[in-house]
Nanobody
Framework: QVQLAESGGGLVQPGGSLRLSCAASGRIFSINAMGWYRQAPGKKRELVATITGDDSTNYADSVKGRFTISRDNAKKTVYLQMNSLKPEDTAVYYC??????????????WGQGTQVTVSS
């Protein structure tokens, strides 16, 4: 079975930084795009950033210039460096990855989520 495990969330003051990590494990033949999404209370889940297999990146306008997504293919891990955090960044952050677990097709997998709270 494939699992995505996030870590690195927590409480940080406005202007601070956090680094999220998400490691994929299990029966994995290959990983396509990976990304981060977030869901604030009362709101729909939204895209934060994605990164393709050839390191092409895409960001939500609200985080451009503040967040950086990266990946380590050898470790099957995706990272999200978050700088200049704002209270409106408060949300549960979810990792997502397109993974071929042996079927030849890429299916979407999600992590369990990690809470990020930006508050003074």
């Amino acid at each position: 079975q494939v699992q995505l495990a996030e870590s690195g969330g927590g409480l940080v003051q406005p202007g601070g930084s956090l680094r999220l990590s998400c490691a994929a494990s299990g029966r994995i033949f290959s990983i396509n795009a990976m990304g981060w999404y977030r869901q604030a209370p009362g709101k729909k889940r939204e895209l934060v950033a994605t990164i393709t297999g050839d390191d092409s990146t895409n960001y939500a306008d609200s985080v451009k210039g503040r967040f950086t997504i990266s990946r380590d293919n050898a470790k099957k891990t995706v990272y999200l460096q978050m700088n200049s955090l704002k209270p409106e960044d408060t949300a549960v952050y979810y990792c997502n990855a397109g993974i071929n677990a042996g079927s030849g097709r890429f299916n979407d997998y999600w992590g369990q989520g990690t809470q990020v709270t930006v508050s003074s």
